[in-house]
Each structure stands twice: as C-alpha cells, then as structure tokens.
C-alpha cells in the first residue's frame, strides 16, 4: 500500500534538518521505501511504499516514528516529538442537563476488542479550513466540508480509522448498536447509496429489530449517514477482528483505506490518541461541544507476546558480530522493552509491532536499522551440490536451438494459454484442454496441448515476410485424472518452404544430434497428409513426432523433445573410412503417381550390401533418376559384380512399385 | 629394373620438367602427367622392380608425381592472365539465418551465470497446486499476502489435502519442490520457468519468465546473498554495476528485501553528468528511481517454509531471490525495449534484430 505524507505535516511529529532528498534516500535503505517526491502546492510530499505488514507505517505518525530510527544511525538528528493532542481533555464541555445519552453498545469480544465513543453535539458544518484543505489535496483525498474532513484527517495523522455517525439518526432507530455477525441475506445501503445483500458472517452494527445501521471499519450506511441536516454526532472507533474486516471487505468488494487499514491489525492502543486529536478538531472548527463521557470499553489490553532471541543467531544471520549494547539500543528505539538474559535478549515488543513474532523478525529489525548497505558481501564458500535432476538436458536444447536458427528458422516464444478457436485447431477436443476458471481476456483461456495453432498464427500475421519459417521449444500441457497435468516439452515447427527444404532442415538437425536416420511412415488419412516419425537409433526405432501438410502449402513438424533426447548423442560412432573406390552410377525410373519416393529409396538399399548409398538425384516429372554408389568390402567392385545388382534393381522396382527402368540395365 | 636405377629416373625426369619452356600448362599435364605420359612409362617399369624393392618403389613414385603436380601448379599461376576484375565492395549474399529468441538468449546467459558458482538448473510445473505454491511458502488460505499476485485458478476440484490448481504466480514454487527432491543441503537452485499473472499492459505480460535461486546450508547468511546479487549484477550487465538490497516484505522470507540496480545511465547517482535543468539544478536521470532500477525481490528462507521441506531451521539456513527474466534482461544497457508485449509477439521484424 502506498501513503502520502507532506514533508510539513511530518515536521509536525519529527524534529529534524534533514531536507526531503536526504529524508527519501534514508528512510528507503532500512525502513518504508520512499519511490517518489512530488512538490504539491509548494511542498514536498513524499510518496511511500508500506509494505502489508507494517500497518504501524501507514500514518503521518507511524513515517515519523521511523525516520526518527532510521536518521539517528545515519548520524542525523532526529527526535519523535510529543504529539499536539496529548494534552486533550475528554471531559464534557456541557452542564450534566444539557448531555446527551450514549447509544447502548452490546460488544462481542470475541469480535472486536475496544469500542470508543463520545456524543458531540451541536456540530457546525463549517467548511474545511484552507490548512486542511490544503493537506487533504496534498494527499489526494477528496475536500468535503470539516464535519467528513476530520475524520479522514485524523486517520492519515494517526492511524485509526474513525467513524462519524449521525447522532440523531441513530436514536431514532432505537438508540442501540448490537455488534454482532450478520445473517445471511440481509439487506444495507452504504451511505454513497449503493445496495448489498449480507453473505453471512460479516460484522456488523445492528439496531434492536435487527436493520443494520453500519459496516463498521470499513463503510458507513445511509441510515446514519452524516448528511446537511446533522446537528450532532456520534465519533466512534472500533478495533474489529482484521480476518473479519478482510472477509467483509473482500466478499463485497469494498475497499475503503479504512478496510484496507483494519483488515492489517491496526493497534487498538492508536485509538485513544486518533479520539482526542478528533475531538481536539472538532471542538476549534466546528465548535463542537463534547456532550457525553468518553465510552471505552477495552477489556483485552492484550500485549504482543514476548520473543526470546540468542545472540548468537543474530551473528548467524548477519554474518557479523555486533554489540549487545547497539543490539538492545537498536530495539528500544524501535519502542521495544529489552532484557538480556545471558545469551539471550528477552524482548517484548511494542502493542503496534503485531508483526514481531519470532526471532528472525526481531534479527530484521536489527540488520534493517544496522543498515544492509553496512554488511560485506562474499559467495557462498559452501559445499556445491552435485545431484541433478533426471532427464534433464538443457545444452542439448540450447544446441538445437541455435543450429535451427543458423540454417535459418526463427525461435518464437508465444502464449501457452490459447483460445477456444485455437484449441479446437489441434484436432483435440476442448474437454481434454485444463482451462482457466477466472481468464482475464477471451483469447487466452484454454492451456495449450499442442504448439502448431500457435506457429501458424505467426506464419499468418507475417505475410509480406515471404519464406519463413519459425519453431518454438515449450511446454504442453495434458491433463491427468487427480493430478497435476503432465508437461510435456515439444519442438514444433512450421513454415512455407518447399516440402523438401523443410525435410531436409530435420534431416540435418537429426544429423547434427548423430541420429542415424529418419524413418517416415505416412499415416492413412483422406483429410490430412500427414506421417509418423522415428529416429533410427541402434537397431531401435524411437517415435520423435509427426510431420504433416498444412493449407497454403505449409509444412508443420512436431517433435517430443523427450524422445529426441533420448535418441540424440553428442558425438557419433564412427565409421570407417571406405578403403576402395566407389562406383558411383545413375538409373532413372518412371515411378507411377503418388509412390513414396523415400520407400523406393529404402529398397533399393537394401537389395544388395555392396550398395552404400542412394540418392534423388532428379525429378522430371515421373521420372527419377538415383545416383547409387557402389563399395566392394576390399577392393574396388567390378563392373561384371554391379551388372546383377542393377538387374536385381531393376526387377525389383517392376515388381514391387511398377516403376519401369528408363533405357537398358 | 633395380631401385636405384628408378632413383636416377626419376630424377632425371625432375630436371627436365625444371627446363622446360613450354607456357601452356595443359600441355605439361598431358605430356607428363598423362594416361601416356613420362610419369606413367615410369610407373609401367615397376613391374620390374623386385619384390621386396616395390614398397619402396612406389613411395619413390608417389614422391615424384607430387613434385611433377607441384610444378606445373606453378607455371599455371605464373602463366595466368589477371583474372577478371572483381568488385571488392558488391553486397555479399547472406545465407538466411533465424535466429535464437532472445528470452533464451537471457535465459541462457543467467543459466551460464549461475552454473558458474555451482548452482543446479531445474524445472519445476507451471501448472501446480496451491500448497506449493502459496501454503507451503508461509501464505495460508485468504491471507491479505496473496492479493500481491492475481492469480489464474484451473477449473476442476481441488486437491484434499494441496488445494486448488493454479498457473504458478512464481517461481518460487519450486523452493519446497527442490527441498523434497534433494532431501537435505546443500542446495543451489537455479529454477528458471513460465509464471502467469492477470495482468497486461506495456510492462506485464499474462505469460512471463522467472528465475528463482535457493541456496540452503549450514551458515548461510545475508552477506552470501548479497554477495551472490553483486555476482550476479556485474556478469550480467558489467563490471562497473553495483547493487543493493533494501527492507520489503514477503511472507516466505525474514528479512525481506528489494534488490536494486544501478542505472547504467546516471551510474547510480540519479543525476546526468553535465546537464542542468530550469532551475539550475542538475538534471534528473529519467531512466530510473533515483539511480536504482528495481529488479525483484530477495531475503532469507523463513524458518516456516524450511520446515515446510523437512528441513530443520535451527541447523540450516538460507536466502532466495526471484526476478523476471524479461525484466532483468531488458535493464541491459542500449538495448530499448519499451513494450514487454513485444517478446512475445508474432512480429518477425522486431525477433529479426536479436
């Protein structure tokens, strides 16, 4: 949460030279971290990020207090002053028979734990005197005349929210505040006139037939709302269980700053001050005569309960040693009272630190006071940990990725979350698609099982680039029964180069991972051409993916990064080097429509050992002429030892693709 | 034919090529290196040589043609006419080159980094319950910590006993995880990964990167965690970068800081050297915070969350950090990124230049 504070309202409670850049930089390194200064009408107002556990910061109070810590350890005067409210007197104002009677207040304590109240009565609307005024633009709450002006005034100062009910209003709803837990369904209307209907188990103050009359800590309701009529009020504070705040405050979306204050455990002990700099307001600009006794019912007056730090756990922590003395001056400062105990330092902690709960909170106070610009900084001199997890390889993913992009495929990262029309594009049905209960925009609702729809939408909104061609290494998600979905990594690819020029950047990639050999095997499909693929790995045939045709002549890869991995090496078996010459030699055949040309290829290659290697060398429409190089085991192979094979070839080829040979064998 | 006959043969036909006059160097070829030339009547002979002489014989040859080669290679470049001109200066044709994006060019250069000092990459699920993710790390159910991060819940049931399925706000989810996996310290995780908030503007993306580090052993203190950060700060943008730790909040670590870099514009000071502004004063640096950029938060493992992964707070203790990957990458001086939504954008003009 963020709060404003001008620089002379926090003179107010602070006596110190130091100027706001001085004050900015300061406060930032071991308390509140001030991110920006603005001059508004002639000051300095500093704009500072509290942070939620240290609600005790979020008043003009709460900043002094700190900074009067934090510039004494950077060597600048500074003091916390009395504040100018401490000499209030909460005695009546009015003769016994001109009083007015206090509402009868029924509390639950396991609900709230103090409850303050006074009558004020004859209550002058004045409008807000320019000093106010002028603080309340500073710190962008909004000026409405002083009767509504004190009250936020005073919660900025001190910290307490405080409510102002109309007094009359009340009395005539029976004169009665029940605190109670709502029931459910019950109707309110808060004071800016908007409607609500309870949930069950939010706070409230109700009137005897049950109407409620107020959200207290968090907003007040038309029914007592202070309004041009009001001629007597009602100030009264409430310290409300901050769960209880939160869970009212949350379910109805009201997010007042008292809400946001209260729901943080405000201290109760702010209440009594936050009261008498009200009533001190109210009396000097709205002649406001106090016309009840002060009502404070404060039975708990719980303490924090004590912290037991060993010293030595300090040094632990900071790596250092320092001074039990600067230790114990440390915390008292900060309004602790400390015992040493030997070893140990007994500390209990002031009613407004609810956060100082166990020693490391106590050792943060310490290090942040002592400064962590003060501590030297070294590495670690610990042992190293050796155990990685399994299956993990990221150099060989980082590999891959960089030999795509030199062959020159561009790596995209794109949303893992996709839309409904999307999801459908992958063939998979929504229902095995997890989506998101509470999406922020339509198009990203359902997480992705696959990366295609994705790459294509690139291809697509990058039409005047030409060739392209792009991958994406990332996660897919499929859902398990029970369970948190699998993630499985992908590699997908698509692009708009020829079929061919994409094979044969897969081809290369395999090869660069010392994968023997791609094995293609075309799926049955009318729809979609499409085909399995396997990399050939010892003897094994492991399926890494699926290579498919898409609309607009594009080409989609997709590829399991587990099964490449597991079929990939980084250095190969290698071969020996041929001792004899190669004969190497052409034959062109007239395949039929729609052969496999890779199929014939893998026959021919196998119809003889001395045949090494094929090759498509050519295509001129049906016609395809290999280069096949011929090795002996020793010595060079004749020309009477081929005459066969290429018979065989030939034979073979008829029989099996009807390919006729083109001229004599 | 003896060998050292075949010595003074080949010999003799060395010096001959040595006098030759003959410019063209085809000619040379042909009429020594030829299927008829001298060299080859040269090689018919060695059917002469005995036996045991012939593996010397044919290293002798084999020498010979080597030097013959040689030769007329030299004639040919001497006798060449100056090849046509070229133009020095023409555009070359570039292969086509993709290109790695940069999130893993960040990605990996902060793996490098840290695998230095001897930290472990890991993964941990994107897609996790709600113990690991906020429960386990000090955060209980409707507790005001978590308004920090808007959360994506999955629509499905929850978990008996880890609650709802989310899409992790952080990578910190993995700190736990990477306690249960090791089962005791030392640890020195390095979990890089997918988060996702329900935020999007010029700075928040719904899908970004993070980076958690954990370090957990006996002894660690805060001086390791700032030594660790300052590491890091001057690897990663050079050595003149500093860093500072500041007082924050989280509820998984006590203390708690923000971690601070400084503007590689102003150094550190806030100010731009040699220039004023209106009012005299020296300009203000309008880069960063006062000389510092924010990068994320740090702090030390709270003892709750050490225990949350079997881990005994009174023997061992530790420090964390988190940061956007996106963010600590575009801090990189000169490097001008202004809208976040572009790195993960379809548009190939603006990926092209990494």
């Known amino acids: 949460?963020?709060?404003?504070?001008?620089?002379?309202?926090?003179?107010?409670?602070?006596?110190?030279?130091?100027?706001?850049?001085?004050?900015?930089?300061?406060?930032?390194?071991?308390?509140?971290?001030?991110?920006?200064?603005?001059?508004?009408?002639?000051?300095?107002?500093?704009?500072?990020?509290?942070?939620?556990?240290?609600?005790?910061?979020?008043?003009?109070?709460?900043?002094?207090?700190?900074?009067?810590?934090?510039?004494?350890?950077?060597?600048?005067?500074?003091?916390?002053?009395?504040?100018?409210?401490?000499?209030?007197?909460?005695?009546?104002?009015?003769?016994?028979?001109?009083?007015?009677?206090?509402?009868?207040?029924?509390?639950?304590?396991?609900?709230?734990?103090?409850?303050?109240?006074?009558?004020?009565?004859?209550?002058?609307?004045?409008?807000?005197?320019?000093?106010?005024?002028?603080?309340?633009?500073?710190?962008?709450?909004?000026?409405?005349?002083?009767?509504?002006?004190?009250?936020?005034?005073?919660?900025?100062?001190?910290?307490?929210?405080?409510?102002?009910?109309?007094?009359?209003?009340?009395?005539?709803?029976?004169?009665?505040?029940?605190?109670?837990?709502?029931?459910?369904?019950?109707?309110?209307?808060?004071?800016?006139?908007?409607?609500?209907?309870?949930?069950?188990?939010?706070?409230?103050?109700?009137?005897?037939?049950?109407?409620?009359?107020?959200?207290?800590?968090?907003?007040?309701?038309?029914?007592?709302?202070?309004?041009?009529?009001?001629?007597?009020?009602?100030?009264?504070?409430?310290?409300?269980?901050?769960?209880?705040?939160?869970?009212?405050?949350?379910?109805?979306?009201?997010?007042?700053?008292?809400?946001?204050?209260?729901?943080?455990?405000?201290?109760?002990?702010?209440?009594?001050?936050?009261?008498?700099?009200?009533?001190?307001?109210?009396?000097?600009?709205?002649?406001?005569?106090?016309?009840?006794?002060?009502?404070?019912?404060?039975?708990?007056?719980?303490?924090?309960?004590?912290?037991?730090?060993?010293?030595?756990?300090?040094?632990?922590?900071?790596?250092?040693?320092?001074?039990?003395?600067?230790?114990?001056?440390?915390?008292?400062?900060?309004?602790?009272?400390?015992?040493?105990?030997?070893?140990?330092?007994?500390?209990?902690?002031?009613?407004?630190?609810p956060d100082?709960?166990?020693?490391?909170?106590?050792?943060?106070?310490?290090?942040?006071?002592?400064?962590?610009?003060?501590?030297?900084?070294?590495?670690?001199?610990?042992?190293?940990?050796?155990?990685?997890p399994a299956n993990s390889n990221y150099a060989l993913e980082m590999k891959i990725k960089r030999f795509l992009a030199t062959i020159g495929w561009q790596e995209m990262y794109t949303y893992s979350l996709i839309s409904e029309a999307m999801a459908l594009a992958?063939?998979?049905?929504?229902?095995?698609?997890?989506?998101?209960?509470?999406?922020?925009?339509?198009?990203q609702l359902y997480l992705r099982r696959s990366l295609q729809p994705s790459l294509v939408q690139v291809l697509n909104d990058n039409s005047t680039q030409g060739n392209l061609s792009v991958f994406e290494m990332a996660n897919v998600y499929i859902p398990v029964e029970n369970d948190l979905p699998r993630h499985e990594l992908r590699l997908g690819l698509v692009s708009n180069k020829p079929y061919r020029a994409v094979k044969g950047d897969l081809e290369a990639l395999l090869r660069n991972l010392f994968i023997e050999e791609l094995i293609v095997k075309p799926l049955e499909s009318e729809s979609t051409q499409k085909a399995e693929l396997f990399a050939a790995e010892a003897g094994k045939e492991i399926p890494i993916g699926t290579i498919s045709v898409l609309p607009k002549a594009r080409t989609a890869i997709n590829l399991d990064m587990a099964a490449l991995l597991e079929a990939a090496s980084t250095y190969p078996q290698l071969q020996p080097l041929p001792k004899a010459a190669p004969v190497i030699e052409d034959m062109t055949f007239t395949l039929p429509e729609k052969t496999f040309s890779g199929q014939v290829i893998n026959t021919i290659k196998q119809l003889a050992d001395a045949i090494y290697q094929v090759e498509l060398k050519d295509i001129y429409q049906q016609n395809y002429t290999f280069t096949i190089t011929y090795l002996g085991p020793n010595a060079s192979i004749s020309a009477e030892d081929i005459k066969p094979i290429r018979q065989k070839i030939a034979d073979t080829l008829m029989t099996e693709y009807r390919a006729s040979l083109v001229g004599a064998v | 034919m003896t060998i050292s006959e075949l010595q003074e043969q080949a010999t003799q036909l060395k010096n001959r090529i040595q006098q030759e006059t003959e410019p063209d160097p085809q000619a040379l070829q042909t009429k020594y290196l030829g299927k008829k030339g001298l060299f080859n009547d040269l090689v018919k002979s060695i059917a002469a040589i005995s036996p045991e002489e012939r593996p010397a014989a044919g290293q002798l040859l084999n020498e010979l043609k080597t030097e013959l080669e040689t030769v007329i290679a030299k004639i040919s470049e001497a006798g060449k006419r100056p090849a046509d001109w070229v133009d020095l200066t023409i555009p070359g044709l570039q292969p086509k080159v993709g290109g790695v994006h940069p999130i893993s060019q960040a990605i990996e250069e902060i793996t490098h980094i840290f695998e230095k000092i001897g930290f472990t990459r890991v993964s941990y699920p994107e897609v996790d319950w709600d113990w690991y993710v906020f429960e386990a790390l000090n955060m209980p159910p409707n507790h005001p910590a978590r308004d920090e991060w808007e959360t994506f819940f999955v629509d499905g049931p929850a978990h008996p006993e880890k609650g709802k399925m989310v899409l992790t706000t952080h990578t910190s989810n993995g700190q736990v995880r990477e306690m249960e996996r090791?089962?005791?310290?030392?640890?020195?995780?390095?979990?890089?990964?997918?988060?996702?908030?329900?935020?999007?503007?010029?700075?928040?993306?719904?899908?970004?990167?993070?980076?958690?580090?954990?370090?957990?052993?006996?002894?660690?203190?805060?001086?390791?965690?700032?030594?660790?950060?300052?590491?890091?700060?001057k690897e990663f943008y050079g050595p003149e970068a500093k860093s500072r730790i500041r007082p924050f909040h989280f509820k998984f670590t006590?203390?708690?800081?923000?971690?601070?870099?400084?503007?590689?514009?102003?150094?550190?000071?806030?100010?731009?050297?040699?220039?004023?502004?209106?009012?005299?004063?020296?300009?203000?640096?309008?880069?960063?915070?006062?000389?510092?950029?924010?990068?994320?938060?740090?702090?030390?493992?709270?003892?709750?969350?050490?225990?949350?992964?079997?881990?005994?707070?009174?023997?061992?203790?530790?420090?964390?950090?988190?940061?956007?990957?996106?963010?600590?990458?575009?801090?990189?001086?000169?490097?001008?990124?202004?809208?976040?939504?572009?790195?993960?954008?379809?548009d190939i003009r603006f990926l092209e230049q990494f």
């Open chain 2, 182 to 233: 090791l089962g005791q310290p030392p640890i020195r995780m390095i979990n890089i990964g997918r988060t996702y908030r329900r935020q999007q503007d010029a700075t928040h993306t719904q899908v970004f990167h993070q980076f958690e580090g954990l370090v957990v052993d006996q002894g660690i203190n805060i001086q390791h965690l700032k030594g660790t950060i300052d590491y890091f700060a």
């Open chain 1, 356 to 388: 100082l709960k166990i020693a490391a909170d106590i050792i943060e106070e310490i290090a942040r006071i002592y400064g962590y610009h003060n501590l030297p900084s070294q590495i670690m001199a610990t042992a190293i940990p050796l155990n990685k």
């Open chain 1, 1 to 353: 949460m963020n709060i404003l504070i001008p620089h002379p309202w926090l003179l107010e409670h602070l006596d110190t030279d130091a100027d706001p850049t001085t004050l900015q930089t300061n406060l930032s390194l071991s308390g509140p971290s001030v991110e920006r200064v603005y001059e508004r009408e002639g000051d300095s107002v500093y704009d500072i990020e509290v942070t939620t556990n240290r609600v005790d910061s979020m008043s003009v109070r709460g900043i002094a207090r700190e900074a009067a810590v934090i510039l004494e350890q950077f060597g600048i005067r500074a003091q916390l002053k009395q504040p100018n409210y401490e000499e209030v007197f909460l005695v009546p104002d009015v003769p016994e028979e001109e009083m007015l009677p206090l509402p009868a207040i029924h509390n639950d304590l396991e609900l709230c734990e103090r409850i303050m109240a006074v009558v004020l009565k004859d209550v002058e609307r004045t409008s807000t005197p320019e000093w106010m005024a002028k603080r309340l633009r500073q710190i962008d709450i909004n000026v409405h005349d002083s009767v509504i002006d004190i009250t936020n005034y005073i919660t900025h100062e001190v910290g307490h929210p405080v409510h102002a009910f109309d007094y009359d209003k009340l009395m005539a709803l029976g004169g009665e505040i029940i605190i109670k837990a709502a029931a459910k369904g019950k109707k309110f209307v808060t004071l800016d006139g908007l409607e609500f209907e309870t949930v069950g188990g939010e706070v409230v103050f109700e009137n005897r037939e049950g109407t409620i009359i107020d959200l207290p800590s968090i907003k007040g309701t038309a029914n007592t709302a202070v309004d041009e009529q009001t001629r007597n009020v009602l100030l009264l504070i409430d310290s409300i269980e901050a769960s209880k705040i939160r869970f009212a405050s949350m379910t109805h979306q009201i997010r007042t700053v008292a809400a946001q204050l209260k729901e943080k455990q405000v201290d109760p002990h702010l209440a009594l001050p936050t009261f008498k700099l009200g009533i001190k307001l109210y009396r000097e600009l709205c002649s406001a005569k106090v016309a009840s006794p002060l009502y404070d019912d404060f039975p708990g007056e719980r303490q924090p309960a004590k912290v037991i730090l060993p010293l030595q756990k300090v040094e632990e922590y900071l790596g250092l040693q320092l001074e039990t003395e600067k230790i114990v001056h440390i915390l008292d400062i900060l309004g602790c009272e400390v015992k040493v105990e030997g070893e140990q330092l007994s500390i209990q902690p002031p009613t407004f630190r």
């Open chain 2, 254 to 346: 006590e203390p708690s800081f923000e971690v601070d870099f400084s503007c590689h514009i102003c150094h550190g000071t806030g100010r731009l050297e040699g220039q004023v502004d209106e009012a005299g004063q020296p300009q203000k640096c309008r880069f960063c915070k006062s000389g510092w950029h924010e990068v994320g938060g740090a702090g030390m493992v709270h003892p709750n969350v050490l225990e949350a992964g079997g881990i005994d707070p009174e023997v061992y203790t530790g420090f964390a950090f988190g940061w956007g990957v996106e963010r600590t990458y575009s801090l990189k001086e000169g490097l001008n990124i202004d809208d976040i939504r572009q790195l993960y954008g379809t």
């Open chain 1, 426 to 443: 992958t063939g998979q049905p929504l229902a095995n698609h997890l989506k998101l209960e509470n999406p922020l925009t339509e198009d």
